[in-house]
C-alpha cells in the first residue's frame, strides 16, 4: 500500500462558540483520488482551508508526508507541494490567462527581483524555459488558444479548467478541488471526470475532492469520507457509503 | 491635584467632541463599508453655521434657549449637507470599488475646504472669532475652577448620546440601519429601503459632525476654513480605537483621545501633539485590529 | 551580447537627457523650471504606480517618503560634504547623485519600518495608516531645530539639472517595467487581483507589498532629493497631505498599473498646475471638482486603450 501523504488527526475549529469542524480525521495516500462529501454547510470547505492553512485547527494536527504543518502560511503549505483550487473561482482576472498560470510556476523559480532588474543571459533563459513550460500546459487543457485574453473574459468552464491548470503549475504532490462540478450540465460533468482522471494519471499526485454531486464521487472516488455538521460520520469505498444508513440519512433525511 | 482635575476635565471636554464626529465615521463605516473623508468639513460648516446663526440673531444676551436653538438649528443644516453629499458624490457610486469611493471622499473634502478658503463663494480663509454660545459662569469648588461651558460640552454630548441611542434601538429606522449594517442584501431583501437608510444614517451622522462644530468653537472660540482635517482624522482614530462599525466603541475611543491629547499637551512634548493619535492608531491597528469594543470578521473563502 | 531592448531604451534615454542638459542655458528658464517639476512628477508618479497601481495597495503617505528623501539628501550636500571636503566641484557631480541615492535608501527604511506591521490592513485602513505616518513625518520635521523645525531648510544648493531629473525618471520607470515584466513580477498583480488565491498559489504576499513599498519609497526619496536641489529651500508644511493626493490623482487620471499612462499624466498634472496658476485661489476648486468628475465619470483612467494582446515573450 503506498504511504500516506496527508493525514488529518483529530481536527477541531470553532469560530467563537460555533464548532465548524469537530474532531475529523482523514487521511490521503500518495496517488489516490479521496472524496470528502456531505449536505451544505457540513465543513469540507473548511477542512480544505485549514489543510492549505488560511484557517488554523483549534485542535488536532494535519501532516503533509510526515511534515507538520501547524503555523504554516498558505503560500509555505504550497511550497510544500499542496494546492488548490476554491469553491467561487478565484483567478487572477486582470492578468491575461497566459500569466495565470506563469505567476503559479513562482516556486520553482531561481531568479527574483534583482534578477528582473539586471536582465542577464541566465534569467532570459529562465524566462523562456518558463515560457516553453507555461504554452505547454496551456496546450494540454486546449487553452493555448486563448492565452492572451485576460482570465475574467473565459467562459465559466474554461476558468473552472484555467483554475485546475494553475493549481497544476505549482507541481503539486496533492491537489484539492472544491466542488469542480459547481454548475456544470451533465455533459461537462462528464468531461471534468475524464479530466480528473486525467490530471491523477500524468501528473503523478493524489487528489482530494470535495464535492456536492454524488455521481461525480461515486464515479471516480476511490474512498470516501462523510461529513454532516462538522463530523465524520463514514468513511469506505463508494459502494460500502452508497449502502451507509447513516449516509441516506444524512442526504435524504431521517423520516 | 487640582491640576490633574482640571486637565480631566479639559480632555474629558475635548473627548466629547471627538466622540461625536467618531460616531459619523463609525455609522457610515457600518452601511456603506468606507471612510467618508468629507465628514471632517461638515464638522467644519458646523461651527460656520452656528457662527452665521449667532451673527444673525445678534444676542444682546446669550441665553441658554438661544444656544439650543443654534445648536438644533445647527444639526439640521448639517442633517441637509450630509444628505446632499451622500446624494451627489456617494449615490452613484454605490458597489464601485472601494478606492473609487474613498478618492471622490477626499475630493468632496478637498472642494468644501477650498470652497470655503474662497472671499467671494465661502468665508475666506482668515478666522473668525466664535461669540459666545451659552451664558457663561465660573463656579469655584475648593481650589477647582470650572467654567459651565466646559461642562456644558460633556453634557450636550451626553443628551445627544441618549437620543441616538434611542433612535438606533427603538425605532423601526434604527433596526433598519442595524441590519443594513450586517449585510445590505440580506436587509433589502426583506424590503428595507436601503437608499433612505443610507441617506438617514448619513443625516445623523453630519447633524452629530455639526453639534460638535459648535461644540468645539464654542471652547476655542476661533474658527476657520481648514480647521477640521485635524479633529476629524482624530475622530477617525477614535472611530477605529473603538472598534469600526461599532457606536459605544466611537463614544470610547473619543473619550481616550481627548484625555491622551490633553495630558500630553500639559508635558514637554506638547508640540508632538497632533502625532500621538497617529502612533495610538498605527499601534492599536497592530495589536488589536478589530479595536477595543470590535469583533474581528473571518474572511470567507 | 547585446543587452535587451529595455535596457537599450534607458541607456538612450540617458544618453539624450545628458545632451538636453548640456543646452539647457538656452532654454526658456520658466520653461525649464515646468520641465524639471513635470520630471519629478514622473519620478513620483511612476513609484506609487507600482505600490497603488501594480500591486493594489492604497498609500496616502508619498509626500511623507519624499520629505525625509529631501531631507535626508539635503543635509548630506549642504551640512555634512562641506565640513568633510569643503568647497569643490565634486559636490555636484559625485555627492549629490550619492546623496540622493542615500536620501532614497533611507526613506526605503522608513518604507519598511511602515510597510512591514501596515502591511496586513486592507484598502482604507492602510491609506489612514501612511496618511498618520506622512503627517507624523511632518510632525517631526517641524519639531527638528537641526533641520530648521517650521521655519523650514534653507541654503540648499541647487544642483539638479535635467540630466539628473530626467536621468532619475528613466531609472525609475525602467525599474518599475522590469520589475513587472518577469516571472516574479506578474506576482504583484496576482497579488492585487487576488491575495488569498495568490498565496494558494505559492506567492508570499506580504514579500510582493514590502518589495513593492521599498522601491516605491526609495523613489520617492529620490524625487524628495531633487525637489531638495531644485527650489534651494525645504519647508515641512510642502509634504503635507495634499502633496500625496496630487500623487495619487496622477496614478488614477493615467490609469491604474499603466505605465505610460501614468507618465503622461504627471506631466499633463504638472503643467494643469502651471494653467491654473492662473486662476488663482480657483486653482484648488477646479482641481478638486475635477477630480470628483474622474472619478464619477472615469475611474479607470483618462486614456483607455483596449487591452493589448500582450505577447506571450
Not at chain 1, 12 to 33: N, P, Q
Not at chain 2, 256 to 261: C, R, S, T
Amino acid at each position: 500500500m503506498p504511504d500516506i501523504l496527508l493525514d488529518l488527526s483529530s481536527v477541531t475549529i470553532r469560530f467563537g462558540g460555533l464548532t465548524a469542524v469537530s474532531s475529523v480525521s482523514i487521511t490521503v495516500r500518495e496517488g489516490e483520488l479521496v472524496g470528502l462529501i456531505g449536505p451544505n454547510g457540513a465543513g469540507k470547505t473548511t477542512v480544505f482551508n485549514m489543510v492549505t492553512g488560511v484557517y488554523q485547527p483549534t485542535e488536532g494536527s494535519i501532516h503533509l508526508g510526515g511534515r507538520s504543518l501547524a503555523k504554516l502560511k498558505p503560500f509555505q503549505i504550497t511550497d510544500l507541494g499542496i494546492a488548490r483550487t476554491f469553491q467561487n473561482i478565484r483567478l487572477f482576472p486582470s492578468l491575461t490567462v497566459y500569466d495565470n498560470v506563469r505567476v503559479a510556476f513562482h516556486r520553482h523559480l531561481q531568479n527574483h527581483s534583482l534578477q528582473s532588474l539586471i536582465r542577464s543571459s541566465n534569467f532570459e533563459e529562465e524566462e523562456a524555459n518558463l515560457k516553453a513550460r507555461t504554452v505547454e500546459l496551456l496546450t494540454l487543457f486546449n487553452l493555448q488558444r486563448v492565452q492572451d485574453e485576460p482570465a475574467k473574459s473565459l467562459s465559466y468552464g474554461d476558468q473552472r479548467r484555467l483554475e485546475i491548470l494553475r493549481a497544476l503549475a505549482t507541481k503539486p504532490r496533492l491537489l484539492l478541488l472544491d466542488e469542480p462540478a459547481a454548475g456544470m450540465n451533465s455533459s461537462e460533468k462528464t468531461e471534468l471526470l475524464t479530466l480528473i482522471r486525467f490530471i491523477r494519471d500524468t501528473f503523478d499526485l493524489a487528489i482530494l475532492l470535495v464535492e456536492h454531486d454524488m455521481k461525480v464521487v461515486m464515479g471516480i472516488c476511490e474512498r470516501i469520507h462523510v461529513l454532516e455538521y462538522g463530523r465524520k460520520i463514514a468513511e469506505g469505498t463508494p459502494s460500502a457509503i452508497r449502502a451507509d444508513p447513516k449516509v441516506i440519512a444524512a442526504y435524504l433525511g431521517d423520516n | 491635584m487640582t491640576e490633574f482635575l482640571q486637565q480631566l476635565l479639559n480632555g474629558i471636554s475635548l473627548g466629547a467632541i471627538y466622540a461625536l464626529i467618531a460616531l459619523g465615521y463609525t455609522m457610515v463605516y457600518g452601511v456603506l463599508r468606507f471612510i467618508n473623508f468629507a465628514h471632517s468639513d461638515v464638522f467644519m460648516i458646523g461651527s460656520y453655521v452656528g457662527w452665521f446663526a449667532l451673527q444673525r440673531f445678534q444676542f444682546q444676551q446669550p441665553s441658554f434657549l438661544g444656544g439650543i436653538t443654534v445648536l438644533t438649528l445647527d444639526m439640521a443644516v448639517c442633517a441637509l449637507l450630509g444628505v446632499l453629499i451622500e446624494k451627489l458624490a456617494y449615490k452613484p457610486l454605490r458597489n464601485r470599488s472601494t478606492l473609487t469611493v474613498l478618492i471622490t471622499a477626499i475630493g468632496v473634502s478637498l472642494l468644501i475646504q477650498n470652497l470655503a478658503q474662497n472671499q467671494k463663494f465661502g468665508f475666506g480663509p482668515n478666522p473668525k472669532a466664535f461669540p459666545p454660545l451659552f451664558p457663561s459662569k465660573q463656579l469655584q469648588f475648593g481650589d477647582l475652577t470650572l467654567s459651565t461651558n466646559q461642562l456644558a460640552v460633556p453634557i450636550v454630548t451626553l443628551g445627544l448620546l441618549a437620543i441616538l441611542y434611542w433612535i438606533v434601538h427603538c425605532t423601526r429606522t434604527g433596526t433598519a440601519m442595524r441590519a443594513l449594517s450586517f449585510n445590505a442584501t440580506a436587509a433589502s431583501l426583506v424590503g428595507i429601503n436601503n437608499d433612505r437608510i443610507i441617506s438617514f444614517t448619513f443625516a445623523l451622522g453630519s447633524s452629530l459632525a455639526g453639534a460638535g462644530g459648535v461644540l468645539y468653537a464654542m471652547n476655542y472660540p476661533s474658527i476657520d476654513p481648514l480647521m477640521g482635517t485635524m479633529p476629524g482624522l482624530k475622530a477617525f482614530v477614535a472611530a477605529v480605537l473603538g472598534g469600526i462599525g461599532n457606536l459605544p466603541g466611537a463614544a470610547l475611543g473619543g473619550v481616550l483621545i481627548g484625555l491622551v491629547e490633553t495630558f500630553v499637551s500639559g508635558t514637554r512634548l506638547s508640540t508632538f501633539r497632533d502625532a500621538i493619535a497617529f502612533a495610538i492608531l498605527i499601534a492599536i491597528l497592530l495589536f488589536r485590529p478589530a479595536g477595543l469594543l470590535g469583533k474581528l470578521k473571518v474572511e470567507k473563502v | 551580447m547585446v543587452p535587451p531592448k529595455s535596457q537599450r531604451l534607458l541607456i538612450a534615454t540617458l544618453a539624450i537627457a545628458a545632451l538636453i542638459s548640456a543646452f539647457s542655458g538656452r532654454i526658456d528658464a520658466y520653461l525649464l523650471d515646468v520641465a524639471l517639476g513635470a520630471g519629478i512628477s514622473i519620478v513620483l508618479a511612476s513609484s506609487l504606480n507600482l505600490i497603488n497601481g501594480f500591486t493594489g495597495q492604497f498609500s496616502l503617505g508619498h509626500a511623507g517618503f519624499m520629505a525625509v528623501g529631501a531631507y535626508a539628501s539635503a543635509m548630506l550636500t549642504t551640512t555634512l560634504a562641506p565640513k568633510l571636503m569643503g568647497q569643490t566641484e565634486l559636490l555636484q557631480w559625485v555627492v549629490f547623485p550619492l546623496s540622493l541615492v542615500a536620501g532614497g535608501l533611507l526613506s526605503a527604511l522608513v518604507g519598511v519600518a511602515v510597510g512591514a506591521p501596515s502591511l496586513r490592513l486592507k484598502g482604507d485602513y492602510l491609506a489612514i495608516v501612511t496618511l498618520g505616518f506622512g503627517e507624523i513625518i511632518k510632525v517631526i520635521l517641524q519639531n527638528l531645530d537641526a533641520v530648521g523645525g517650521a521655519r523650514g531648510l534653507t541654503g540648499i544648493h541647487t544642483h539638479t539639472s535635467l540630466f539628473w531629473v530626467f536621468g532619475s525618471a528613466a531609472v525609475t520607470v525602467y525599474v518599475v517595467w522590469s520589475l513587472l515584466n518577469s516571472t516574479f513580477g506578474r506576482g504583484f498583480v496576482a497579488v492585487a487581483d487576488d491575495e488569498v488565491a495568490a498565496e494558494a498559489m505559492g506567492l508570499n504576499s506580504t514579500h510582493y507589498k514590502i518589495t513593492a513599498f521599498v522601491v516605491g519609497s526609495f523613489f520617492a526619496g529620490v524625487a524628495g532629493g531633487l525637489y531638495a536641489h531644485l527650489k534651494g529651500y525645504l519647508n515641512p508644511s510642502g509634504f503635507s497631505f495634499d502633496k500625496s493626493i496630487e500623487i495619487v490623482v496622477m496614478v488614477i487620471l493615467g490609469g491604474m498599473g499603466r505605465h505610460s499612462g501614468v507618465i503622461v499624466a504627471a506631466v499633463l498634472l504638472t503643467a494643469l498646475t502651471e494653467v491654473l496658476r492662473s486662476f488663482g485661489n480657483y486653482r484648488m476648486i477646479v482641481y478638486s471638482v475635477l477630480l470628483i468628475i474622474l472619478m464619477l465619470t472615469r475611474p479607470q483612467g483618462l486614456f483607455i486603450w483596449p487591452l493589448k494582446k500582450r505577447k506571450s515573450t
